[in-house]
Every structure is written in C-alpha cells, then in structure tokens.
C-alpha cells in the first residue's frame, strides 16, 4: 500500500472511527472474551479495529476482530509452550517491513497511527503476532510440504492464462459456529479420507449448504483460473478421486474432491479484479433469514440493486469492494468463482454463524496481456506458502476446540 492510499484511508476512515470512539458499549478495560485464562479487553478490540480500518483491510468488523484476537491468543500460548519468542532486532526489522509497505519509516507510520488515537503496542503486537506464529508453523510443518515440478508448471501456465486447464470438482462447505467447530471438523476428516465420487456426493447432500448440495456437490468444467487461488495448488496436487483436506473459512469447513482434469486449446481469461457486494442479514441459517434472503434475489438484478435494499439501515449492513483475487477471503472467493455477474449465493455466515452474507457478483476485470517471465522460484514460494497456510488453519482450529473459550456479548 502507498504512503498516498494510506493517508486517504486514514482520512476516509476518521468519521468512523470517531464515532466508534465516542459511544463504547461498554469499558474500555471490561473483558470481552476469555481465552483460558487470558482475557480480552474492549480497549484491545476497538484498537485493533481502528488499527485495520486506517489500513482499509478487511475483516474489521467486531466480531471479525474479535474472533481474530481469540486466534492470537491460541497462537501466543502455542509458540510460548514450544519457546518460540522474537527476538528485539527481528521484530523491528518486521516493524520496518510492514512501514515500508506504505513508504514509510516505522517512525512515520508508528506517528500516523498515534495521530488517530492507535497505540504503538496494538501495531507492534499485530506484527509480533504474525511473525511468531509464521515462524512456528515453517518449522513445525516445513519438512512435510513438497513442491514439485509438475505442480509447478501447472501454476506457471494457469497464472498466464495461456494453457487450458480444466477441472472437474465436487464441493461441501459444512457450517462449523464456534460451538460446533470440532464436531464438524472430526465430520470432514471422515470426508477427506474418501475415495469414492458416490461416497462424497452422499456426505454433500446429507451435510453441504450451498446450492450444488442437490446436485451431491458436483460442480461442472471449470476453468482453473475461474478458482480462488487457494485452490489452484491444492487441486493440482491431486489425482481423481482425491479429496482436499479439510479447509477452514469462517464458520464452515470446505473439501473439494478433483473428480477429473484436462486441458483444452482454447486460452482461458486471468482477472486483475473482482467487484462483489455483501448484504448481511440477521439470522444466520434461520428459516426466516433464509426467506427473506430468497426474497431479496427475487427482486434484484444487480448489485447496484442493494443499495435500495439496504437504505435506511445501518451502512455496515452492505459491503461492496473490487479487489484482486488472491487478496479476497477464502470463503467469499469459492462462493465466487461459481457465479456469473448479478447471479447470488446465501452459503456463508459471519458472527459466529449469526448473521447471513447475500453475496452478489458484481463483475470481473480481465487482465492485460503481458510479456513476462514468471520467476519460477517465487511460485514454488507461493505454493509452499497455501500449503503452509493450510496446515496452520487446521491447528489453530483443533487448538480452539481444545481451549476454553468465552465470549461475553
């Protein structure tokens, strides 16, 4: 992010923020959640949000940043249980990287920050947070990820959209609230050790909550780069009939199952950009809720359509962004790539499975042609990366079934 975008997000994000400031539920150092026996105060909550609203990241909303900060906690007291600490040089050195993102020094941006009422501690506990947890999961799952030729290649030639590589998926995406989470998560190891289309489409019907669930979760041909790029890798690591393992997105656990792969000649479309809009809907999974997000898809079009929707309601009820695919969330991304523009899916949750997402596809933006090498060495490096990043979701996940976790609102 520039020194530019970073200041206009400041600006943008000011009014909001202040508002935040000015009416606190409760006291700024009441507990808000509790981890074992580590709590979490609203002073930390409203900084973190704060801290990623000036960014203009995503996942700031309350319980979004919430439930991260449960995620820190399980990560701290994991790497402090093993004596993974950083050291001073290695966490300013992660401070200065993460400032030079917006061409700042960390003085600069630690200043900014301070400007609009963020301390140096929640950034520098974000980062440590970060950097720690990054550096266990390498050594603690490094040597099982194996990046070889083949996947590479595949990756080489669907990033240039120039190889026509098709594949055929089965999905299920089984809502997991926290207070089901491992239930549902010892559910999909069950899954992910089949073999069988038959078996699968059966666990799809019985489990699965998006629409393909009455089709036994098949999916037809899809472009490879049609798929979130979570995906890309963990699908072309497979051979038909494998299953994924068990991927966590909030509130749920997604499997896909690889029933078969071919190339075409035909060139297949890359995109730089991805517009879709989000209208939240109290409810969750709720008969009523459900009805009411059927009722809305009846009537809309487009996603300018839910600007009427949402009108007279809070503006958090509706988000619409554009954003490259590798930067939008898993789960929306997956919902996504199934979708033509105007066309909805009402499969994902957010607040601990309390609140309905009606997603919208608003368009695509095709990318530019262009001329280049790809460095072979930073796929590999991004590959490894997915694969690492999936292995630290499965723990953290397992982590937070065996915690004592409380949330008191």
């Known amino acids: 992010m520039s020194g530019k975008k970073f200041r206009r997000a400041v600006i943008a994000t000011c009014a909001l923020i202040l508002s935040t400031v000015q009416a606190p539920a409760q006291g700024l150092f009441d507990p808000v959640a509790q981890v074992d026996q580590r709590t979490i105060t609203e002073f930390e909550v409203q900084q973190r949000q704060r801290f990623l609203r000036l960014l203009g990241a995503s996942g700031s909303s309350r319980s979004e940043v919430i439930e991260e900060l449960i995620r820190d906690r399980l990560r701290e007291a994991e790497t402090r249980a093993v004596g993974i600490v950083l050291g001073p040089d290695e966490l300013a050195a992660g401070l200065a990287e993460f400032a030079g993102r917006a061409d700042l020094s960390t003085e600069e941006f630690v200043q900014g920050l301070a400007s609009e009422g ?10 440590n947070a970060q950097l720690v947890w990054r550096d266990y999961i390498r050594a603690r799952f490094g040597n099982r990820v194996r990046i070889d030729d083949r ?7 669907s990033a240039r959209g120039n190889s026509g590589i098709e594949v055929l998926v089965s999905e299920i995406i089984i809502p997991a609230p926290p207070q089901e989470a491992e239930r549902v998560l010892e559910q ?9 289309e038959a078996e699968f489409s059966n ?3 019985r489990f699965s909550a998006t629409a393909s669930r009455g089709a036994g979760g098949r999916l037809p041909w899809t472009p490879i780069s049609d798929l979130p790029p979570v ?5 072309l690591a497979l051979g038909p009939g494998d299953v994924t393992a068990p991927l966590q997105i909030p509130n749920a656990v997604a499997l ?5 792969i071919r190339e075409t000649e035909a060139p297949q479309q890359t995109f730089s950009a991805i517009e879709y809009a989000a209208y939240y809907i109290n409810g969750g999974r709720t008969p009523e809720a459900l009805s009411r997000a059927q009722s809305i898809a009846a009537r809309v079009d487009r996603c300018d359509d839910l600007y009427g929707v949402a009108r007279g309601q809070d503006p958090s009820v509706l988000d619409r962004g554009s954003l490259p695919p590798d930067e939008i969330p898993d789960d929306i991304a997956i919902e996504l790539s199934k979708l033509d523009p105007g066309e909805v899916s009402t499969a994902l949750t957010r607040a601990n499975g309390n609140t309905l997402v009606f997603l919208m596809l608003c368009g695509r933006t095709p990318t530019l042609e262009e001329d280049q090498e790809i460095d072979r060495g930073a796929v590999a490096s991004q590959l490894r990366n997915q694969r690492l ?3 630290s979701e499965t723990l953290l996940a397992d982590l937070r079934a065996d915690a004592d976790v409380r949330i008191f609102e």
């Open 151 to 157: 996947e590479i290649d595949r990756a080489v030639q």
């Open 389 to 391: 990043n999936a292995f």
């Open 256 to 260: 896909f199952q690889l029933r078969d």
């Open 203 to 205: 666990f799809a019907r």
């Open 231 to 235: 995906l890309r890798p963990l699908l």
């Open 118 to 127: 963020v301390a140096e501690e929640t950034f520098r506990d974000f980062v």
């Open 188 to 196: 999909a190891e069950i899954i992910a050790q089949t073999k069988s």
